[in-house]
């Protein structure tokens, strides 16, 4: 028996850790790539802005005929190289980012391999098969055990046509099984075939059309099954009796019979 949640079987994930873990070196690698970059930004903004007034200093200068129109040039060309190194920075700031945002979409997705190489059980029941042995390989794709749904117990059964009619989803039923024959188990009709499923070669006459067979399933109670998972047997024969008519009531015989609850 195992609960929903539990861990059936875990993958080797060995050289996905190493991925992972290299994964996360490139994500630490780019953040301090940021870091560096707006560091970059704010020494190429104090270069700018110092020479952004030196040339304001060679323009008034030039103006008094203090210095010569070469030296402003050369404080001229100062600040456009100034302006040039912090679009740089500022570009190579943005691509640093870039670089954090995909070493961090590459370590989630590794991650998301890991965590998809436990396998869990979707819903509480009963492991009945193991297909895998440990350290077998296994194709993408392949079975490791099968587990039964305890809590979805049905009993197919064949109706003809005359009380196929009066049967409807939701109809209550009772199941009888062989092996326990003390017990009633409730339970209710949850599928109802559209179509026959024996079809004789003529069905002209009414009487053969009397010996046309649906299918009908008749699910058990989901909390009866709940509270009797630990002894819920599946493949067993039995009978199953459906109440025709809405306004029919059970036989005493019929009553609900049902094991005692086992306590834990």
Same mark, same amino acid.
């Given at each position: 028996m195992v609960k929903q949640g539990q861990?059936?079987?875990r993958m080797d994930t060995a050289e996905l850790q190493a991925s992972l873990a290299k994964a996360k070196a490139d994500v630490a690698q780019a953040t301090e790539a940021?870091?560096?970059? @707006?560091? %970059?930004?704010?020494?190429?903004?104090?270069? %700018?802005?110092? &020479?952004?007034?030196?040339?304001?200093?060679?323009?008034? %200068?030039?103006?008094?005929? !203090?210095?010569?129109?070469?030296? &402003?040039?050369?404080? *001229?060309?100062a600040q456009d190289t100034a302006q040039a190194a912090l679009e740089a920075a500022r570009a190579r700031l943005v691509s640093s980012e870039r670089a954090v945002?995909?070493?961090?979409?590459?370590? @989630?997705?590794?991650?998301?391999?890991?965590?998809?190489?436990? =396998?869990? &059980?979707?819903?509480?029941?009963?492991?009945?098969?193991?297909?895998?042995?440990p350290g077998e390989v296994l194709a993408?794709?392949?079975?490791?055990?099968t587990l039964l749904d305890l809590s979805d117990v049905y009993m197919t059964i064949f109706l003809p046509t005359a009380q196929a009619g009066r049967v409807f989803i939701g109809s209550e039923a009772r199941i009888i099984l062989d092996a326990a024959p *003390? =017990?009633?188990i409730p339970a209710k009709v949850s599928f109802v075939s559209a179509q026959a499923q024996f079809t004789p070669r003529e069905v002209e006459t009414q009487s053969e059309r009397e010996k046309l067979m649906f299918r009908v399933k008749v699910k058990i109670d989901? &909390?009866? =099954? @709940?509270? !009797?998972?630990?002894?819920?047997?599946?493949?067993?024969?039995?009978?199953?009796?459906?109440l025709l008519g809405s306004n029919a009531t059970w036989p005493e015989r019929f009553a609900v019979k049902l094991p005692p609850v086992s306590k834990k």
């Open positions: 861990v059936l079987a940021v870091a560096e970059a @707006r560091a %970059l930004i704010v020494q190429r903004e104090s270069e %700018l802005k110092y &020479a952004q007034q030196e040339l304001a200093r060679a323009q008034f %200068l030039i103006q008094k005929g !203090h210095i010569s129109k070469q030296s &402003a040039d050369q404080k *001229q060309t945002e995909s070493a961090s979409a590459e370590a @989630r997705r590794i991650q998301t391999q890991i965590d998809d190489s436990s =396998l869990t &059980a979707p819903r509480p029941g009963r492991i009945e098969y193991r297909l895998a042995e993408s794709g392949g079975k490791v055990v *003390q =017990l009633v989901p &909390a009866v =099954l @709940r509270a !009797h998972m630990e002894k819920v047997k599946t493949g067993l024969p039995g009978e199953a009796y459906v």
